[in-house]
């Protein structure tokens, strides 16, 4: 059935931006640093994503341990480091090379995870407010892109809905970083979801923050048990029937307070981030599984006795839901064998970290946490700019953990790091195509790798 939109402005910029996770953040800064006009369009009322509508404020991929020099080295450099060092400064995030990474320690799931920076949340939404506003970007929270409309090989405009009806925004250059692939998929454009086989995703979570938590009590107990994730306590909690999730593990992530944690535990299988009543359907399922656990870590986990609910996230964590099939496509091998290209524009450190759609506390790629992957015969993984483009339009780029590689390869790509690196591409191509009046596809992707390195991106 069509519908009639009866749209109440046409709005024209050189870039609009969708979507305002780690990816579209990016892009959107980076584009207005390049000169450009900039709109930053998001369905939630705050800037952030996963990051902050999800609650995931332990930013990965950014930072890495690195075994040979026994340092924490800095793998994505840009506007990561930008943000978290400001967080850093004004003590809203912990500094991981402040942390003793020897030990098990608040600020990871095994001690060397204390490389992700753990931030305060309302610090750091705060921060990207500052940040789209000072840059000059023009914002639209609570504005949900619902329709596209082509035309020869191009995005023409988009339509989003917002509190006051239908706004339609027209650019030179779209850039999808909804995760989602929104702007692919309304498109009528092949999108992927999930595994080849079965379709099936890794597992959702809907995350928890909570308080008057005594974290050194928590740290102490897994240092003296050498116990990643309370696993020893979670098996015997099964065996008296009182563990009835279908996960072995508890993972809580201390934040900038001392006695604050995010609670990263819950893995929703079957879970659908494209599907309306799927997801309906998990919120509610993971408010009910928050209420438990919550329960049960008070009763049973050192530390957690007077633990007080700050909140459950508002929007559940989707880890993984479509990709675009791009004009090229990184495989697990190019991963593995830590293929270069001339044009890469997204790098990444980070781990194989993508559980079984069916077995949440199973890595099927993982391999050991001091062998992460055997196979993998480099430290980095590099994406060349073709991973952000479509074969059917030249006007559009994608960021973020919809671009297009193999599933597997999710898992090092999809984390907060890479997604921005990928994001700063993203607006370096539309500055680009402005600058050389082009469109963004014709850009050439080794003049975005320099316009990266120039602005303090490590690739
Ligand atoms: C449960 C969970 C735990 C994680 N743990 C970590 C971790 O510890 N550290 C880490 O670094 N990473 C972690 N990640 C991964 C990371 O958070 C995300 O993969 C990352 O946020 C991807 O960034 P993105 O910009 O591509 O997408 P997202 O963060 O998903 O952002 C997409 C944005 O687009 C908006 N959007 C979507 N559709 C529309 C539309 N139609 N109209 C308008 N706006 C739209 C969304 O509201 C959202 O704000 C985790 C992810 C999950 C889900």
């Known amino acids: 059935m069509e519908v009639k939109l009866k749209v109440n402005i046409v709005l024209s910029f050189d870039a609009v931006v969708c979507g305002s996770g780690p990816a579209g953040l990016a892009a959107a800064v980076q584009a207005r640093r390049c000169g450009l006009s900039v709109a930053l369009i998001e369905r939630s009322g705050c800037f952030g994503g996963n990051m902050t509508s999800s609650g995931v404020c332990h930013l990965l991929g950014g930072r890495r341990w690195d075994q040979d020099s026994r340092k924490m080295v800095r793998e994505t450099g840009g506007l990561f480091d930008e943000i978290t060092d400001a967080l850093i400064r004004d003590k809203k995030a912990i500094d991981p090379d402040s942390v003793d990474v020897f030990n098990y320690n608040p600020y990871g799931w095994y001690p060397r995870m204390a490389a992700g920076v753990a931030c305060d949340i309302e610090a750091l939404k705060r921060c990207l407010d500052d940040l789209v506003i000072r840059e000059g970007i023009r914002p639209f929270l609570f504005t949900t892109i619902i329709k596209t409309e082509l035309s020869d090989r191009r995005l023409k405009r988009i339509y989003a809905q917002d509190q006051g009806g239908i706004t339609a925004f027209e650019a030179k250059t779209f850039i999808d970083a909804t995760g989602d692939a929104e702007l692919s998929f309304l498109s009528g454009l092949p999108t992927l979801k999930g595994r080849d086989s079965d379709h099936l995703m890794t597992p959702a979570s809907l ?13 102490a107990y897994q240092n003296a048990h050498q116990q990643p994730k309370l696993i020893d306590i979670i098996n015997d909690l099964r065996a008296r029937g009182i563990w009835t999730f279908p996960f072995e593990i508890f993972i809580a992530i201390g934040l900038a307070e001392d006695d604050v944690c995010m609670v990263n535990t819950l893995r929703q299988v079957g879970v659908d981030g494209t599907d309306a009543d799927s997801l309906t359907l998990s919120m509610i399922q993971g408010r009910e599984e928050s209420e438990r656990l919550l329960g049960i870590m008070k009763a049973y986990f050192p530390g957690f006795g007077n633990a007080r609910m700050r909140f459950t996230a508002s929007r559940i964590g989707i880890r993984e839901s479509r990709r675009i099939l791009g004009r090229s496509m990184t495989s697990l091998e190019d991963a593995l064998e830590g293929r270069r290209y001339e044009d890469e524009v997204i790098k990444t450190t980070y781990n194989f970290d993508l559980p079984d759609p069916k077995r949440p506390s199973f890595d099927p790629m993982l391999g050991s946490v001091d062998n992460p992957n055997a196979r993998r015969k480099h430290v980095a993984i590099y994406a060349p700019y073709s991973v952000m483009l479509v074969d059917q339009l030249d006007n559009l780029i994608t960021a973020g953990r919809c671009i297009s590689v193999e599933r597997e390869v999710l898992g090092p790509m999809r984390v907060t790091g ?20 082009c469109d963004a596809a014709m850009v050439d992707g080794k003049e975005i790798k320099k316009c990266l390195q120039d602005a303090g991106c490590i690739i």
């Open 207 to 219: 995350i928890m923050h909570v308080d008057h938590v005594d974290m050194k009590a928590y740290v």
């Open 418 to 437: 890479p997604a921005m690196m990928g994001g700063q591409a993203a607006g370096f191509g539309a500055a680009l195509a402005n600058k050389n009046d």
